[in-house]
């Protein structure tokens, strides 16, 4: 079965201080995406397609497309302010609207099951590898099924600052609810908090945590219409509200329209939200490659 790989890079990265999805992670000048890229060509997928922003088209292009053309389908979509279903207009809005606009932006281009993932993040090969045998068993006109890799929240943090989190409920592998929660920070105590109203709230260390990663079919793009019609006739004028991918998935679980399976992974989780995760991940990357997990040089160009 054909499986696209749908990477989500339209953020600022304002708290990066920079257009972080294309920073440099090894000698070679790879990133993140392209080890994304990388473990989802060798577990399947067939395809890529990016969500960028139109003002992002000619520097991403250039370090992103000339290098995939010749290892994997790629396609991109914008993630314009501006466009929005129905007859919204929002003028004044100049931050995309959230991630499951980021999804919406994608309806168009994708027809096979897919998997979501962030740009900024590294999810590790084993994640690439479940997920694509669970969509594989999938029928891509199938609304009920859906699916996502979960990690332990402990697992997820940033020791440079705080960081947003979907935290899920989970019975029985499958998802019940998930919550965005924003500022989730672990103190010195090794306590995990998230702080929302001014009020510290405490996380348990290995509560299942969201990290984006959703394997859905084509299916659902309907819902995403739906939900996003619904969030706009709420929030068309406001200049900061987001709408979710999470919002989507816990409105069908709640309807019973569909399940999500929450897949476990052995893979280790890390990502760049600031500029001091960079080296981090520079040093993550390098323990992988003596390890032989990948090649020193990913894309032999």
């Known amino acids: 079965m054909s499986l696209t790989l749908l990477v989500m890079a339209a953020g600022m990265g304002s708290r990066f201080g920079g257009l972080k999805q294309l920073s440099p992670i090894n000698s070679f000048k790879e990133t993140i995406i392209d080890y994304s890229v990388f473990d989802a060509k060798r577990a399947g997928f067939s395809k890529v397609v990016f969500v960028i922003r139109k003002e992002f088209e000619k ?6 497309i000339a290098k995939f053309n010749n290892q994997i389908d790629v396609d991109f979509v914008f993630q314009d302010t501006q466009n929005l279903p129905l007859d919204f207009t929002s003028s004044k809005r100049t931050k995309p609207w959230g991630t499951g606009h980021a999804i919406w932006s994608a309806r168009n281009v994708i027809t096979t099951n897919f998997a979501v993932i962030n740009a900024d993040d590294f999810y590790g090969s084993d994640s690439f ?6 969509l594989s068993s999938l029928k891509k006109e199938d609304l009920s099924k859906q699916c996502m890799v979960g990690y332990s929240i402990e697992n997820t943090l940033s020791t440079n600052g705080s960081v947003s989190r979907g935290i899920c409920e989970v019975d029985n592998n499958n998802l019940t609810s998930i919550t965005e929660r924003t500022n989730i920070i672990k103190k010195e105590d090794h306590t995990i908090v ?7 709230t405490v996380l348990k260390s290995n509560e299942i945590a969201s990290m984006n990663m959703f394997g859905l079919t084509p299916a659902i793009f309907s819902s995403f219409e739906e939900d996003f019609i619904s969030f706009l006739r709420e929030n068309i004028h406001e200049l900061k509200s987001e709408f979710y991918l999470p919002f989507v998935l816990n409105n069908l ?9 929450v897949l476990p992974t052995n893979s280790k989780w890390f990502g760049m939200t600031y500029k001091e995760d960079k080296e981090v991940v520079e040093n993550n990357i390098k323990e992988l490659t003596s390890s032989g997990e990948y090649p020193k040089q990913l894309w032999n160009l």
């Open 129 to 134: 590898i479940i997920m694509a045998k669970y």
């Open 59 to 64: 520097e991403f292009k250039k370090q992103v």
């Open 253 to 261: 679980v709640v309807k019973s329209k569909s399940s999500v399976k």
């Open 194 to 200: 998230y702080l929302e109203n001014n009020t510290e």
